[in-house]
């Protein structure tokens, strides 16, 4: 089993910015891409940021150039630094592990961009 903790989460005002942790602990060994996910109300989960092994990432179009997804392999942390926050970013964000196709999930962190 993989354990995912996120921490981080909070409240801004748009144009502000945050960074949310994820802790990853557990039968760590074999996880192939770590990601992101938000949920905002009455929406679909949706991928924010991922990032490979091998140090790839990809982003979702409405977070380039503004978000940045990263990794520690020391701490087994990956961070997400959110910059330029808009109100549209609100949501929960979800920390998720996929290994060997199976995806674990963190309980999820609030986030609240006001206008």
């Known amino acids: 089993q993989v354990q995912l903790v996120e921490s981080g989460g909070g409240s801004v005002q748009a144009g502000g910015s945050l960074r949310v942790s994820c802790a990853a602990s557990?039968?760590?060994?074999?996880?192939?891409?770590m990601a992101w996910y938000r949920q905002a109300p009455g929406k679909q989960r949706e991928l924010v940021a991922r990032?490979?092994?091998?140090?790839?990432?990809n982003y979702v179009d409405s977070v380039k150039g503004r978000f940045t997804i990263s990794s520690d392999n020391v701490k087994n942390t990956v961070y997400l630094q959110m910059n330029s926050l808009k109100p549209g970013d609100t949501g929960v964000y979800y920390c998720?592990?996929?290994?060997?196709?199976?995806?674990?999930w963190g309980q999820g962190t609030q986030v609240t961009v006001s206008s």
């Open positions: 998720c592990a996929v290994k060997d196709g199976r995806r674990y």
């Open positions: 557990g039968r760590i060994f074999g996880i192939n891409t």
């Open positions: 990032i490979t092994s091998g140090g790839s990432t």
